[in-house]
């Protein structure tokens, strides 16, 4: 986040009312000055900066990221290869509502790919994506991820796709993972499995 951390790709689902938009405006708007928020929903009033499609069609809004990611995000993103960092720099991008337009039944558009690639190989910029459901995502977002955080889900497909990603998962988000609560579930590449009561546990980990 610009202080030194790993540059981290991060998804993190949950119903509406579970608690993921609250712990992403904890985690990362209100402590990074140089976070974007694509914001379709305007629920990130508060963000240092912030961008409202003007389009809520698939075709239309996918466009307009692409305008978006290539022209704003990505010039002002410093570079592995650049020799000076800028201070000023994004740090980090939000992907509210990515289901619109990152979906799992559609393709991965070819800037989209190009861009996560990006940020994972040359690009010092945490990206992180949001959606209610798992299933709803596009799978490369899924399979990509650095970190999963999972505020409560209780569809069978989203359930089967936790126990994919890490075995046992579902069971652990049918019996301890609390709506009202507003705790989570995180699990990495490896698969490791943490419950978390708030985003206050992982404030020194991002």
């Known amino acids: 986040m610009g202080d030194g951390k790993k540059i981290n790709k991060i998804l993190v689902v949950g119903l509406q009312g579970s608690g993921k938009t609250h712990l992403v405006k904890k985690l990362f708007e209100e402590r990074d000055k140089y976070t974007l928020v694509i914001d379709p929903q305007k629920e990130h009033e508060g963000a240092p900066f912030r961008y409202t499609p003007k389009h809520t069609d698939f075709e239309g809004i996918s466009k307009e990221l692409e305008d978006v990611i290539n022209r ?3 010039p002002n993103c ?3 290869e650049n020799k000076k960092q800028y201070t000023e720099a994004l740090n980090t991008i939000i992907f ?19 861009f996560f690639v990006s940020c994972r190989h040359y690009m010092l910029t945490n990206v992180i994506t949001m959606s209610r459901r798992l299933m709803d995502i596009n799978y490369y ?3 990509t991820a650095d970190y999963i955080i999972a505020f409560k889900q ?4 989203d359930l089967k796709l936790l126990d994919k990603y890490s075995k046992g998962a579902a069971d652990i988000m049918k019996k301890q993972i609390d709506y009202d609560k507003h705790n989570f579930m995180i699990f990495d590449r490896s698969g490791n499995v943490e419950i978390k009561d708030g985003w206050e546990d992982l404030t ?3």
């Not at 509502?97 to 190009?114: G, I, M, Q, R, V």
């Open 72 to 74: 704003v995000i990505i």
């Open 78 to 80: 410093n570079k592995l």
């Open 96 to 114: 509210d509502e990515a289901d619109l337009y990152f979906p799992s039944n559609k393709k991965l558009p070819a800037y989209a790919t190009s």
């Open 141 to 143: 977002i899924r399979n």
């Open 154 to 157: 209780s569809g069978v497909d």
């Open 204 to 206: 020194n980990q991002f």
